[in-house]
């Protein structure tokens, strides 16, 4: 990485993309001070819709649309109640809007988004869709089969090219997880890439607001008059609405993918972003207002799922890493030796913590399961583990960066977690993990067509595998906690044939 692309990163993440300052075309703003009902700023991409009622500003709401608000107007202005309330349609100079409002900064947000020919007119005209998903997402066995289910469901529910699902890791790299798609735009299944893509306010922003649209890349922004709130100096946050102007860092890299028009829509799970639905159209394209609500709302019954899934796997590994533990106890109290114990099954040994390979140093002998680095190499890991000797635990993802002469075997070995188990001797069961790129599969050809641009996912994915070569994937919590408790098992066992000798010498 270059300092040249910190600073980039560190612009991308400074971008002010709550108050740009301006709004997506496709309908009209207008900020209405709640003390007064007026109008004290606005955006109106077509200025004929309003032109016989004059300018906004200045205006009661009511007033400002010819009277069309009228009810709603008083009635918003009553509420104060942040969140998002549908008001129905509003028809200006016989363009249907769909109004919507929010309170943000003490003021009231109104937009007119405009209906889009042919478009359903409610939420209900979507139900029996919904239903169907609901239904399918019960018979889903995985998180897998949940996501692949929702991506096709997304595609059907919005027309639109290609859905995407991607979920965040814990340094929040993507990976698209599921993929549902025509022939219009390429596939990405598989495809991972690196946090920077989307700064950690966008992640921020999007774990607070659920659903985005950009229905044309190319859009001209419309922006908002007065630049400041005169009644409170700042700029419009825009935060929760749908017609909030988009980074152009992020249109630039919507062009460079060849989408027109794109729509994601946040999964979160115990309100930790999860990850994300990105939908595309190659040609612009605005997914009308009900359907939004839709895929908003399958959104949330997808997190639902994904986490119930996910409490279940993690149950289910728990006990299923008990059942190891039990084996391998079994087998070392079976075995005079316990080290012949722990290696007479080494399929169990290694799932314990997910591992490719293992080795067991004690008292001189090396014995090597699965795929590890060569005895020699794991004798000289053993002298560096005691040398440093922290702790009865150690674990690294990226032991290359620890242990520079470890480069030699990073194919084998790019995580290491080992045990100690002896106080006295250099006694180890040590596992190994591979480095990351060379377990990660991909779909598709990941190199970039020659000539592209450089911001685009393609791109952005050659730079995240520059930054996780020489790492294995992460040890878990509960990989480390299934090491130190079998450290245990051993050490009782041990100790215990130890005091058995003892009491048989007397
Ligand atoms: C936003 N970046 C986003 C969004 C996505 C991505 C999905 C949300 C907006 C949307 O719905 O389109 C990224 N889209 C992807 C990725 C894939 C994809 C990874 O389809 C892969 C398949 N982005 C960069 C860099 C910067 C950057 C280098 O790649 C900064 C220099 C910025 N991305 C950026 C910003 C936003 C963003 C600022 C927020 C846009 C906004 O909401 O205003």
């Not at 959104?299 to 899934?309: M, N, P, R, V």
């Not at 004798?379 to 470890?406: I, K, M, Y």
Request: a negative charge; one cysteine or more.
């Amino acid at each position: 990485t270059t300092s040249n692309d910190l600073l980039d990163r560190d612009a991308c993440a400074r971008e002010a993309i709550r108050t740009p300052g301006t709004i997506q075309p496709y309908g009209l703003l207008l900020v209405i001070e709640p003390a007064t009902g007026t109008v004290v700023q606005c955006a109106v991409a077509r200025a004929g819709l309003l032109a016989r009622h004059g300018s906004p500003l200045g205006q009661p709401l009511d007033q400002a649309l010819g009277g069309a608000l009228a009810d709603t107007a008083r009635s918003l202005v009553r509420t104060p109640e942040a969140g998002h309330a549908y008001l129905g349609t509003v028809t200006l100079e016989g363009v249907v809007h769909h109004a919507v409002a929010h309170r943000a900064q003490g003021m009231i947000q109104l937009e007119l988004e405009e209906a889009t020919p042919g478009e359903p007119g409610s939420l209900e005209d979507l139900y029996p869709l919904i239903r169907a998903f609901m239904g399918d997402l019960e018979r889903a066995r995985d998180t897998a089969a949940l996501c692949d289910l929702a991506a096709s469901q997304l595609r059907c529910i919005t027309g639109l090219d290609r859905v995407l699902i991607y979920r965040f890791d814990e340094a929040w790299n993507g990976t698209v997880v599921a993929e549902a798609r025509n022939e219009a735009l390429p596939s990405y299944l598989d495809l991972r890439f690196p946090a920077s893509d989307i700064p950690p306010q966008a992640r921020e922003l999007y774990r607070l607001s659920r659903l985005r649209l950009i229905s044309d890349c190319d859009y001209v922004p419309v922006p908002i008059e007065p630049a400041l709130n005169p009644a409170t100096g700042e700029p419009a946050d825009l935060s929760l609405t749908v017609l909030r102007s988009v980074s152009p860092v992020h249109l630039q890299y919507m062009r460079n993918m060849g989408t027109g028009a794109s729509m994601s829509i946040s999964l979160l799970r115990e309100g930790r972003l999860w990850g994300l639905i990105s939908c595309h159209n190659r040609a612009p394209h605005r997914v009308p207002y009900h359907v939004r609500t839709a895929c908003d709302f399958l959104g949330q019954i997808l997190s639902l799922q994904i986490a119930a899934k996910e409490h279940a796997t993690e149950v289910e590994h728990r006990v299923g890493r008990r059942a190891i533990q039990a084996r391998l106890l079994a087998l070392m109290a079976a075995e005079d030796d316990f080290l012949k114990g722990l290696a007479a099954e080494p399929g169990q040994l290694l799932s314990l913590t997910q591992s490719d390979g293992a080795a067991l140093v004690h008292q001189g002998r090396c014995i090597l399961l699965g795929r590890t680095p060569t005895e020699a190499q794991v004798r000289e890991l053993v002298r560096w583990l005691d040398a440093r000797r922290r702790g009865d635990e150690f674990h690294t993802a990226s032991l290359p960066a620890e242990v520079p002469a470890s480069m030699a075997f990073k194919d084998a070995a790019s995580g290491l977690l080992a045990v100690s188990i002896s106080q006295m001797h250099a006694s180890y069961v040590m596992w190994f993990r591979p480095e990351l790129i060379h377990t990660v599969r991909w779909g598709g050809d990941p190199r970039k067509p020659p000539g592209a641009a450089t911001l685009d996912p393609r791109t952005s994915f050659e730079a995240w595998k520059e930054t996780v070569r020489l790492q294995s994937l992460p040890w878990s919590a509960a990989d480390v906690e299934a090491a130190t408790e079998l450290r245990t098992a051993i050490v009782d066992i041990v100790l215990r044939k130890a005091e058995e000798m003892a009491d048989l010498n007397e």
